[in-house]
Protein backbone atom coordinates (compact mmCIF):
# COMPACT_ATOMS: atom_id res chain seq x y z
CA UNK A 1 0.00 0.00 0.00
CA UNK A 2 1.38 3.39 -0.86
CA UNK A 3 0.90 4.86 2.52
CA UNK A 4 3.27 7.84 3.32
CA UNK A 5 3.54 9.67 6.95
CA UNK A 6 5.69 12.33 7.16
CA UNK A 7 6.43 13.87 10.95
CA UNK A 8 8.50 16.98 10.05
CA UNK A 9 7.06 18.73 7.08
CA UNK A 10 4.13 21.42 6.92
CA UNK A 11 2.28 23.54 4.38
CA UNK A 12 3.58 26.89 5.01
CA UNK A 13 0.96 28.53 2.34
CA UNK A 14 -1.09 28.39 -0.48
CA UNK A 15 -2.03 30.70 -3.71
CA UNK A 16 -3.58 29.98 -6.53
CA UNK A 17 -4.69 32.47 -9.93
CA UNK A 18 -7.17 32.14 -12.52
CA UNK A 19 -7.71 34.13 -16.20
CA UNK A 20 -9.23 36.78 -16.04
CA UNK A 21 -11.52 35.93 -19.08
CA UNK A 22 -15.01 34.32 -18.01
CA UNK A 23 -16.92 31.63 -20.03
CA UNK A 24 -20.71 31.15 -18.75
CA UNK A 25 -22.44 27.51 -19.21
CA UNK A 26 -25.13 29.69 -20.51
CA UNK A 27 -23.18 31.28 -23.68
CA UNK A 28 -23.34 27.22 -24.54
CA UNK A 29 -27.06 26.75 -25.43
CA UNK A 30 -27.03 27.92 -28.75
CA UNK A 31 -24.75 25.47 -29.67
CA UNK A 32 -26.49 22.02 -27.31
CA UNK A 33 -29.32 23.48 -26.75
CA UNK A 34 -31.37 24.80 -23.83
CA UNK A 35 -31.82 21.49 -22.21
CA UNK A 36 -28.90 19.61 -22.43
CA UNK A 37 -26.85 22.85 -21.00
CA UNK A 38 -29.38 23.52 -18.20
CA UNK A 39 -28.89 19.60 -17.26
CA UNK A 40 -25.34 19.88 -17.77
CA UNK A 41 -25.07 23.06 -15.09
CA UNK A 42 -27.85 20.93 -13.07
CA UNK A 43 -25.58 18.12 -12.94
CA UNK A 44 -22.08 19.49 -12.50
CA UNK A 45 -22.61 22.62 -10.58
CA UNK A 46 -20.29 24.58 -13.21
CA UNK A 47 -22.11 27.74 -14.44
CA UNK A 48 -18.54 30.41 -14.85
CA UNK A 49 -15.53 29.06 -16.16
CA UNK A 50 -12.22 31.09 -16.32
CA UNK A 51 -9.97 30.53 -19.36
CA UNK A 52 -7.02 31.22 -20.57
CA UNK A 53 -5.96 33.72 -23.50
CA UNK A 54 -4.03 31.83 -26.38
CA UNK A 55 -0.54 31.97 -25.20
CA UNK A 56 -1.44 32.27 -21.56
CA UNK A 57 -0.15 29.29 -19.48
CA UNK A 58 -0.72 27.08 -16.65
CA UNK A 59 2.83 27.91 -15.71
CA UNK A 60 2.40 31.53 -15.78
CA UNK A 61 -0.90 31.60 -13.51
CA UNK A 62 1.41 29.70 -10.95
CA UNK A 63 4.05 32.37 -11.68
CA UNK A 64 2.28 34.94 -10.21
CA UNK A 65 0.47 33.25 -7.38
CA UNK A 66 4.08 31.83 -6.27
CA UNK A 67 5.37 35.40 -6.35
CA UNK A 68 2.84 36.72 -4.23
CA UNK A 69 2.66 33.91 -1.81
CA UNK A 70 7.11 34.14 -1.27
CA UNK A 71 6.14 37.57 -0.72
CA UNK A 72 3.48 36.63 1.69
CA UNK A 73 5.78 34.66 3.86
CA UNK A 74 9.09 36.76 3.41
CA UNK A 75 10.52 33.52 1.94
CA UNK A 76 13.56 34.50 -0.76
CA UNK A 77 13.81 32.82 -3.84
CA UNK A 78 17.46 31.55 -3.05
CA UNK A 79 15.82 29.56 -0.04
CA UNK A 80 14.09 27.60 -2.47
CA UNK A 81 15.35 23.90 -2.25
CA UNK A 82 12.61 21.89 -4.87
CA UNK A 83 10.20 22.87 -7.45
CA UNK A 84 8.01 20.55 -8.80
CA UNK A 85 5.41 21.21 -11.62
CA UNK A 86 2.85 18.64 -11.21
CA UNK A 87 0.51 19.26 -14.17
CA UNK A 88 -0.93 17.54 -17.44
CA UNK A 89 -0.44 21.40 -19.47
CA UNK A 90 2.95 22.18 -19.59
CA UNK A 91 4.57 25.62 -21.69
CA UNK A 92 6.22 23.03 -24.26
CA UNK A 93 6.90 19.35 -25.22
CA UNK A 94 10.29 19.51 -23.28
CA UNK A 95 12.03 20.94 -21.28
CA UNK A 96 10.06 20.14 -18.26
CA UNK A 97 7.93 23.61 -17.27
CA UNK A 98 10.21 23.70 -13.83
CA UNK A 99 12.74 24.69 -15.27
CA UNK A 100 11.23 27.58 -16.93
CA UNK A 101 9.64 28.64 -13.43
CA UNK A 102 12.97 28.49 -12.01
CA UNK A 103 14.46 30.51 -14.25
CA UNK A 104 11.67 33.31 -14.07
CA UNK A 105 11.47 33.50 -10.12
CA UNK A 106 15.15 33.14 -9.74
CA UNK A 107 15.84 29.89 -7.55
CA UNK A 108 18.97 29.13 -7.40
CA UNK A 109 21.18 26.00 -9.24
CA UNK A 110 21.66 24.04 -6.59
CA UNK A 111 17.76 23.41 -6.35
CA UNK A 112 15.99 20.34 -7.80
CA UNK A 113 13.48 20.79 -10.12
CA UNK A 114 11.25 18.69 -12.58
CA UNK A 115 7.50 17.99 -14.12
CA UNK A 116 5.22 15.35 -12.65
CA UNK A 117 3.04 14.73 -15.66
CA UNK A 118 -0.89 14.27 -13.43
CA UNK A 119 -3.82 15.97 -13.60
CA UNK A 120 -6.63 15.69 -11.16
CA UNK A 121 -4.44 13.54 -8.80
CA UNK A 122 -1.55 16.29 -9.29
CA UNK A 123 -1.80 17.71 -5.57
CA UNK A 124 -1.59 14.56 -3.98
CA UNK A 125 0.70 13.41 -5.58
CA UNK A 126 2.78 16.39 -6.54
CA UNK A 127 2.81 16.73 -1.88
CA UNK A 128 4.24 13.12 -1.19
CA UNK A 129 7.09 13.51 -3.64
CA UNK A 130 7.53 17.28 -2.09
CA UNK A 131 7.56 16.00 1.04
CA UNK A 132 10.21 13.18 0.20
CA UNK A 133 12.58 15.23 -0.75
CA UNK A 134 12.52 17.71 1.99
CA UNK A 135 12.68 15.18 4.41
CA UNK A 136 15.77 13.32 2.81
CA UNK A 137 17.78 16.17 2.05
CA UNK A 138 19.37 19.35 3.64
CA UNK A 139 16.53 21.86 2.20
CA UNK A 140 13.93 23.65 4.11
CA UNK A 141 11.62 24.97 1.29
CA UNK A 142 9.80 23.54 -1.49
CA UNK A 143 7.48 24.79 -4.40
CA UNK A 144 5.00 22.27 -5.83
CA UNK A 145 2.73 24.17 -8.80
CA UNK A 146 -0.34 22.41 -9.63
CA UNK A 147 -3.44 23.40 -11.85
CA UNK A 148 -3.96 22.57 -15.70
CA UNK A 149 -5.30 24.44 -18.47
CA UNK A 150 -7.61 21.43 -19.88
CA UNK A 151 -10.06 23.93 -22.18
CA UNK A 152 -7.24 24.07 -24.65
CA UNK A 153 -7.19 20.88 -25.73
CA UNK A 154 -10.89 20.08 -25.77
CA UNK A 155 -13.05 20.42 -29.53
CA UNK A 156 -15.56 23.01 -29.00
CA UNK A 157 -18.04 21.12 -29.77
CA UNK A 158 -17.59 18.05 -27.22
CA UNK A 159 -21.08 18.46 -24.91
CA UNK A 160 -19.19 15.94 -22.59
CA UNK A 161 -16.17 18.41 -22.05
CA UNK A 162 -16.57 21.64 -23.46
CA UNK A 163 -18.35 23.69 -20.53
CA UNK A 164 -16.71 21.55 -17.68
CA UNK A 165 -13.11 22.93 -17.58
CA UNK A 166 -11.96 26.07 -16.19
CA UNK A 167 -8.51 26.64 -15.43
CA UNK A 168 -5.77 27.83 -12.59
CA UNK A 169 -2.53 27.97 -11.75
CA UNK A 170 -1.58 26.71 -7.91
CA UNK A 171 0.87 26.93 -5.52
CA UNK A 172 2.03 25.37 -2.05
CA UNK A 173 5.16 26.11 -0.33
CA UNK A 174 6.51 23.30 1.79
CA UNK A 175 8.84 23.44 4.97
CA UNK A 176 10.59 21.16 6.68
CA UNK A 177 10.51 21.73 10.08
CA UNK A 178 12.14 20.43 13.64
CA UNK A 179 8.53 19.96 15.12
CA UNK A 180 7.60 16.46 14.80
CA UNK A 181 3.39 17.49 15.15
CA UNK A 182 3.88 18.83 11.63
CA UNK A 183 2.53 16.05 9.94
CA UNK A 184 1.51 15.47 5.77
CA UNK A 185 -0.35 11.58 5.09
CA UNK A 186 -0.95 10.53 1.90
CA UNK A 187 -2.42 7.29 0.21
CA UNK A 188 -2.19 7.17 -3.52
CA UNK A 189 -3.00 4.61 -5.76
CA UNK A 190 -3.46 4.20 -9.84
CA UNK A 191 -5.29 2.22 -12.07
CA UNK A 192 -3.72 1.92 -15.36
CA UNK A 193 -6.19 -0.22 -16.91
CA UNK A 194 -8.15 2.87 -17.27
CA UNK A 195 -5.38 4.79 -19.45
CA UNK A 196 -7.90 5.10 -22.00
CA UNK A 197 -11.12 6.76 -19.76
CA UNK A 198 -8.62 9.90 -20.33
CA UNK A 199 -6.76 10.69 -22.73
CA UNK A 200 -5.14 12.88 -25.64
CA UNK A 201 -4.40 10.27 -28.40
CA UNK A 202 -2.29 12.32 -30.65
CA UNK A 203 0.40 14.63 -30.11
CA UNK A 204 2.99 12.26 -27.97
CA UNK A 205 5.63 10.43 -29.31
CA UNK A 206 3.06 7.06 -30.10
CA UNK A 207 1.31 9.30 -32.68
CA UNK A 208 3.81 12.41 -32.52
CA UNK A 209 1.63 13.93 -36.27
CA UNK A 210 -1.86 12.54 -35.55
CA UNK A 211 -4.57 12.98 -37.81
CA UNK A 212 -6.80 16.77 -36.79
CA UNK A 213 -9.28 16.06 -38.78
CA UNK A 214 -12.71 15.72 -36.57
CA UNK A 215 -14.58 12.56 -36.76
CA UNK A 216 -18.12 12.22 -34.90
CA UNK A 217 -17.35 9.47 -32.21
CA UNK A 218 -20.35 7.15 -30.86
CA UNK A 219 -20.78 8.99 -28.07
CA UNK A 220 -21.88 11.91 -30.07
CA UNK A 221 -19.45 14.16 -29.96
CA UNK A 222 -16.86 15.96 -32.43
CA UNK A 223 -12.82 14.76 -31.73
CA UNK A 224 -9.91 14.29 -33.54
CA UNK A 225 -6.72 12.47 -32.02
CA UNK A 226 -5.38 15.70 -30.43
CA UNK A 227 -8.52 16.82 -28.74
CA UNK A 228 -9.13 15.59 -25.31
CA UNK A 229 -11.81 12.49 -24.65
CA UNK A 230 -12.95 11.23 -21.21
CA UNK A 231 -15.39 8.16 -21.35
CA UNK A 232 -17.61 9.75 -19.01
CA UNK A 233 -19.56 6.37 -17.60
CA UNK A 234 -16.00 4.51 -17.30
CA UNK A 235 -14.64 7.65 -14.74
CA UNK A 236 -18.08 7.73 -12.79
CA UNK A 237 -18.09 4.37 -12.16
CA UNK A 238 -14.48 4.68 -10.95
CA UNK A 239 -15.38 7.81 -9.03
CA UNK A 240 -18.40 6.63 -6.98
CA UNK A 241 -16.65 3.47 -6.15
CA UNK A 242 -13.17 3.63 -6.05
CA UNK A 243 -12.58 7.12 -4.30
CA UNK A 244 -14.87 6.39 -1.48
CA UNK A 245 -12.50 3.12 -0.72
CA UNK A 246 -9.62 5.34 -0.98
CA UNK A 247 -11.30 7.54 1.82
CA UNK A 248 -12.01 5.26 4.03
CA UNK A 249 -8.81 3.02 3.62
CA UNK A 250 -7.21 6.56 4.44
CA UNK A 251 -9.17 6.88 7.56
CA UNK A 252 -7.86 3.70 8.80
CA UNK A 253 -4.19 4.00 8.00
CA UNK A 254 -4.34 7.23 9.76
CA UNK A 255 -6.53 6.12 12.53
CA UNK A 256 -8.65 8.72 11.77
CA UNK A 257 -12.51 10.48 11.29
CA UNK A 258 -14.58 12.63 9.16
CA UNK A 259 -14.88 14.69 12.72
CA UNK A 260 -11.01 15.11 12.72
CA UNK A 261 -11.00 17.50 9.54
CA UNK A 262 -12.21 21.38 9.77
CA UNK A 263 -12.36 21.33 5.54
CA UNK A 264 -12.61 18.65 2.86
CA UNK A 265 -10.70 19.91 -0.33
CA UNK A 266 -11.13 17.41 -2.96
CA UNK A 267 -10.43 17.87 -6.54
CA UNK A 268 -13.75 19.54 -8.34
CA UNK A 269 -14.61 17.10 -10.77
CA UNK A 270 -18.22 17.74 -10.68
CA UNK A 271 -21.22 18.87 -8.28
CA UNK A 272 -23.16 15.24 -8.56
CA UNK A 273 -19.63 13.32 -8.21
CA UNK A 274 -18.70 14.98 -5.12
CA UNK A 275 -21.98 14.96 -3.29
CA UNK A 276 -22.00 10.84 -4.06
CA UNK A 277 -18.59 10.61 -2.25
CA UNK A 278 -19.89 12.51 0.63
CA UNK A 279 -22.86 10.12 0.81
CA UNK A 280 -21.00 7.68 0.45
CA UNK A 281 -18.07 8.40 3.21
CA UNK A 282 -20.28 10.39 5.66
CA UNK A 283 -18.53 13.29 4.82
CA UNK A 284 -20.62 16.66 6.21
CA UNK A 285 -21.40 18.14 2.97
CA UNK A 286 -20.73 21.72 4.30
CA UNK A 287 -17.74 20.81 4.89
CA UNK A 288 -16.93 20.54 1.43
CA UNK A 289 -15.83 23.54 0.00
CA UNK A 290 -17.50 23.85 -3.67
CA UNK A 291 -15.79 26.46 -6.37
CA UNK A 292 -17.38 24.61 -9.23
CA UNK A 293 -20.14 27.02 -9.76
CA UNK A 294 -17.73 30.05 -10.60
CA UNK A 295 -14.73 28.18 -11.77
CA UNK A 296 -15.17 25.18 -12.72
CA UNK A 297 -13.33 22.22 -12.75
CA UNK A 298 -10.00 23.49 -12.23
CA UNK A 299 -7.85 19.82 -12.31
CA UNK A 300 -4.82 19.58 -10.26
CA UNK A 301 -5.43 23.00 -8.84
CA UNK A 302 -9.00 22.82 -8.03
CA UNK A 303 -8.41 21.78 -3.88
CA UNK A 304 -6.32 25.12 -3.36
CA UNK A 305 -8.86 27.01 -5.48
CA UNK A 306 -11.35 25.90 -2.93
CA UNK A 307 -8.98 26.70 0.03
CA UNK A 308 -8.19 30.30 -0.85
CA UNK A 309 -12.07 30.49 -1.79
CA UNK A 310 -13.27 29.89 1.63
CA UNK A 311 -9.80 31.31 3.85
CA UNK A 312 -8.43 33.50 1.39
CA UNK A 313 -8.24 36.91 2.94
CA UNK A 314 -9.67 35.79 6.66
CA UNK A 315 -8.57 38.21 8.62
CA UNK A 316 -9.11 35.42 11.57
CA UNK A 317 -5.66 33.31 11.44
CA UNK A 318 -6.50 29.96 12.97
CA UNK A 319 -5.40 26.67 11.78
CA UNK A 320 -6.99 24.18 10.26
CA UNK A 321 -6.74 20.22 9.17
CA UNK A 322 -7.24 19.66 5.73
CA UNK A 323 -7.84 16.48 4.18
CA UNK A 324 -7.54 16.39 0.37
CA UNK A 325 -8.50 14.13 -2.34
CA UNK A 326 -7.64 14.13 -6.37
CA UNK A 327 -8.37 11.76 -8.78
CA UNK A 328 -8.63 11.31 -12.54
CA UNK A 329 -6.50 10.79 -15.49
CA UNK A 330 -4.14 7.73 -15.33
CA UNK A 331 -6.62 6.48 -13.47
CA UNK A 332 -4.34 8.51 -10.35
CA UNK A 333 -6.26 9.00 -7.33
CA UNK A 334 -5.05 9.85 -4.04
CA UNK A 335 -5.68 11.13 0.00
CA UNK A 336 -4.05 13.85 2.44
CA UNK A 337 -4.04 15.67 5.66
CA UNK A 338 -2.58 18.40 6.81
CA UNK A 339 -2.72 21.39 8.21
CA UNK A 340 -2.40 25.10 7.22
CA UNK A 341 -2.77 28.37 9.26
CA UNK A 342 -5.74 30.38 7.50
CA UNK A 343 -3.91 33.40 7.34
CA UNK A 344 -1.08 31.60 5.13
CA UNK A 345 -3.98 31.08 2.57
CA UNK A 346 -3.96 33.85 0.19
CA UNK A 347 -7.33 35.01 -2.19
CA UNK A 348 -7.81 34.13 -5.39
CA UNK A 349 -6.31 36.35 -7.89
CA UNK A 350 -7.09 36.89 -11.68
CA UNK A 351 -4.20 37.28 -13.77
CA UNK A 352 -3.81 37.50 -18.12
CA UNK A 353 0.16 38.24 -17.89
CA UNK A 354 2.19 36.03 -20.44
CA UNK A 355 5.62 35.08 -20.47
CA UNK A 356 6.78 37.40 -23.39
CA UNK A 357 10.42 35.53 -23.34
CA UNK A 358 8.72 32.17 -23.40
CA UNK A 359 6.80 32.58 -26.34
CA UNK A 360 8.75 30.96 -29.44
CA UNK A 361 6.49 31.31 -32.93
CA UNK A 362 9.49 31.20 -35.22
CA UNK A 363 13.03 28.79 -35.37
CA UNK A 364 15.18 31.89 -35.84
CA UNK A 365 13.91 33.58 -32.36
CA UNK A 366 15.97 30.88 -30.66
CA UNK A 367 19.18 32.36 -32.28
CA UNK A 368 18.40 36.09 -32.16
CA UNK A 369 20.42 38.14 -29.40
CA UNK A 370 18.79 39.48 -27.01
CA UNK B 1 -37.96 -5.02 -7.66
CA UNK B 2 -40.10 -2.92 -6.20
CA UNK B 3 -37.12 -1.22 -4.54
CA UNK B 4 -35.25 -0.95 -7.34
CA UNK B 5 -38.72 0.47 -9.71
CA UNK B 6 -38.83 2.74 -6.64
CA UNK B 7 -35.18 4.26 -7.27
CA UNK B 8 -35.53 4.64 -10.74
CA UNK B 9 -38.88 6.52 -10.69
CA UNK B 10 -37.26 8.79 -8.15
CA UNK B 11 -34.47 9.52 -10.73
CA UNK B 12 -36.66 9.42 -13.89
CA UNK B 13 -40.48 10.38 -12.31
CA UNK B 14 -41.68 10.69 -16.01
CA UNK B 15 -40.96 7.63 -17.32
CA UNK B 16 -42.72 4.41 -17.55
CA UNK B 17 -40.49 2.21 -16.35
CA UNK B 18 -42.95 -0.58 -15.74
CA UNK B 19 -43.57 -1.17 -19.31
CA UNK B 20 -41.02 0.32 -21.31
CA UNK B 21 -38.16 -1.86 -23.10
CA UNK B 22 -36.00 0.32 -24.92
CA UNK B 23 -34.74 2.74 -22.33
CA UNK B 24 -31.44 3.40 -23.81
CA UNK B 25 -32.17 2.06 -27.67
CA UNK B 26 -34.92 4.82 -28.07
CA UNK B 27 -33.22 7.42 -25.82
CA UNK B 28 -35.00 7.50 -23.03
CA UNK B 29 -32.36 7.32 -20.50
CA UNK B 30 -29.10 9.24 -20.84
CA UNK B 31 -25.47 8.93 -19.59
CA UNK B 32 -26.31 11.00 -16.87
CA UNK B 33 -29.41 8.92 -15.81
CA UNK B 34 -27.46 5.73 -15.97
CA UNK B 35 -24.66 6.91 -13.44
CA UNK B 36 -27.23 7.92 -11.17
CA UNK B 37 -29.03 4.67 -11.26
CA UNK B 38 -25.74 2.95 -10.96
CA UNK B 39 -24.74 5.17 -7.93
CA UNK B 40 -28.28 4.40 -6.06
CA UNK B 41 -28.42 0.77 -6.93
CA UNK B 42 -24.48 0.54 -5.31
CA UNK B 43 -25.98 2.12 -2.18
CA UNK B 44 -29.03 0.01 -2.28
CA UNK B 45 -28.24 -3.16 -3.10
CA UNK B 46 -24.27 -3.03 -2.28
CA UNK B 47 -23.81 -3.56 -6.00
CA UNK B 48 -21.14 -2.28 -8.01
CA UNK B 49 -22.01 -2.13 -11.86
CA UNK B 50 -18.23 -1.76 -13.22
CA UNK B 51 -17.45 -0.49 -16.65
CA UNK B 52 -17.61 -4.11 -18.68
CA UNK B 53 -21.47 -4.33 -17.33
CA UNK B 54 -22.47 -1.18 -19.12
CA UNK B 55 -23.78 -2.69 -22.08
CA UNK B 56 -26.97 -0.97 -23.00
CA UNK B 57 -29.07 -4.27 -22.98
CA UNK B 58 -28.60 -4.10 -18.85
CA UNK B 59 -30.36 -1.15 -19.00
CA UNK B 60 -33.26 -1.09 -21.82
CA UNK B 61 -35.89 -2.65 -18.79
CA UNK B 62 -36.32 -2.81 -15.21
CA UNK B 63 -36.05 -6.49 -16.11
CA UNK B 64 -32.75 -6.44 -17.71
CA UNK B 65 -31.22 -3.91 -14.80
CA UNK B 66 -32.85 -6.46 -12.31
CA UNK B 67 -31.39 -9.31 -13.77
CA UNK B 68 -27.76 -7.62 -13.69
CA UNK B 69 -28.35 -6.53 -10.00
CA UNK B 70 -28.90 -10.38 -9.31
CA UNK B 71 -25.87 -11.58 -11.63
CA UNK B 72 -23.43 -8.77 -9.48
CA UNK B 73 -24.78 -9.98 -5.92
Given amino acids: MAFFEFNNIRVAGVACAVPKNVVESESYKPIFGDEEVDKFMAMTGVKVSHRTLEHQTCSDLGYRAAKELLAHKGVKSEDIGALLFSSHSPDYRRPSTAFVLQYRLGIPEEAVCYDISLGCSSLVVGMQTMASILSTSDMKYGLLFVGDTAGKSVNPNDRSSAMLFGEAGAVMLMEKTQDSTDEVKALIRSDGTGFKYMIIPGGGYRNLHASEDVEMCADGNERSLMNSFIQGASVFTFTIFDVPRLIKDFWTKTGTTPQDYDCFAFHQANLYILKQIAKKTKIPFEKMPITLDRYGNTSGASAIVSLCDVYGGSTEASTIKVMACGFGIGISLGATSFEINTADILPIMEDDEIYAEGLITYPNQLYEKK | ?73
Avoid: C, H, Y
Avoid at chain 2, 46 to 71: C, H, M, T, Y
Fill in chain 2, 1 to 73: MDKLLEILQGIRPDVDFVNETELIDEGILDSFDVVSIISEIDDAFGVQIRINELDPENFNSVEAIWSLIQKLK
